[in-house]
């Protein structure tokens, strides 16, 4: 069975397989991080080719409050191979919504 539409591998001249696209890699992180988490994202805040594959930015609702800029949010970095195959994911941050950024 092939994969659906917009999630296809390149195949090089040699018929190897290709880096996914970095639309592919997003969208396959954010849905197998919800997934596995059973947690709400709420963003996908970077996008980073590496060696080895991709590195995914996610901020994610950790814990919602009353009133919404008080909720807990989460940045988590999550790797996948060149082929788009999630690895692993670390949380790199962690503040309310309503915290401003420095810099």
């Known amino acids: 069975m ?15 397989q290709r880096r996914v696209a970095a639309s592919v890699a997003a969208r396959r992180a954010r849905e197998e991080f919800q997934e596995l988490t059973q947690t709400p994202i709420e963003r996908v805040v970077g996008v980073r080719r590496s060696e080895s594959g ?11 409050r009353t009133p919404p800029t008080m909720d807990v949010l989460g940045l988590y970095e999550v790797q996948l191979s060149a082929r788009g195959q999630v690895s692993g994911w670390d949380r790199v941050a962690r503040y309310h919504r309503s915290q401003v950024e420095s810099g």
Do not use: I, N
């Not at 092939?2 to 190897?16: D, M, V």
């Not at 991709?54 to 919602?64: D, I, N």
């Open 54 to 64: 991709w590195t995914v930015s996610l901020e994610a609702v950790e814990l919602r």
């Open 2 to 16: 092939s994969a659906p539409t917009g999630q296809q591998e390149k195949k090089g001249s040699s018929g190897q």
